[in-house]
T-cell receptor
């Protein structure tokens, strides 16, 4: 069974540019959630999509957006990149939504992440 | 200061020992989750708490809403418990998830 695939794995962008990251969930999973991980801030929740609808959203500026397609693949877009956006961006795939009240045994599978460097 | 603080950052124990991992938070929450992340990256939800205490096998989680503190206990620890344990809270006002930095637990045989 294929795992969660994130592309690209590494990306270097210039301040002011925009970037789109992709996440392909495990087959049959309907939920994709996105996270930013930095050494200073740790893991931070960006948003979750479930059946093409944004189900939950973290506390990030509007420059961070996402969408989910009918095949559950999800994309995350960051516009007007800032140096502080340099981070590892992780997506997680789960059968059901898990960020707004999930219980014991709900499992989310994380991709390897996309390491974004903004210069 | 991080809104969700975990302690300790790293913990090494001998098999069979009783383990406690702590989580303190400074925001109003609607729920607190304990997660387990193994080296392979998969994350499992262990508990979701909004009050009191829950038990699942050798795992016990407690929360004190007034003191804004939660603990995860593992009884009779085993090497397979070795993982990173992460405390995550769902904030009350805007349904935002905030994560602790994680506690890396190593249980030696």
């Amino acid at each position: 069974k294929a795992g969660v695939t994130q592309t690209p794995r590494y990306l270097i962008k210039t301040r002011g540019q925009q970037v789109t990251l992709s996440c392909s969930p495990i087959s049959g999973h309907r939920s994709v959630s996105w996270y930013q991980q930095t050494p200073g801030q740790g893991l931070q929740f960006l948003f979750e999509y479930f059946s093409e609808t944004q189900r939950n959203k973290g506390n990030f500026p509007g420059r961070f957006s996402g969408r989910q397609f009918s095949n559950s693949r999800s994309e995350m877009n960051v516009s007007t990149l800032e140096l502080g956006d340099s981070a590892l961006y992780l997506c997680a795939s789960s059968l059901d939504g898990w960020t707004d009240g999930w219980g014991i045994g709900t499992e989310a599978f994380f991709g390897q992440g996309t390491r974004l460097t903004v210069v | 200061k991080n809104e969700v603080e975990q302690s300790p950052q790293n913990l090494t124990a001998q098999e069979g020992e009783f383990i406690t991992i702590n989580c303190s938070y400074s925001v109003g929450i609607s729920a607190l989750h304990w997660l387990q992340q193994h080296p392979g990256g998969g994350i499992v939800s262990l508990f979701m708490l909004s009050s009191g205490k829950k038990k699942h096998g050798r795992l016990i989680a407690t929360i004190n809403i007034q003191e804004k503190h939660s603990s995860l206990h593992i009884t009779a620890s085993h090497p397979r418990d070795s993982a990173v344990y992460i405390c995550a809270v769902l904030t009350y006002n805007n349904n935002d998830m905030r994560f602790g930095a994680g506690t890396r637990l190593t249980v030696k045989p």
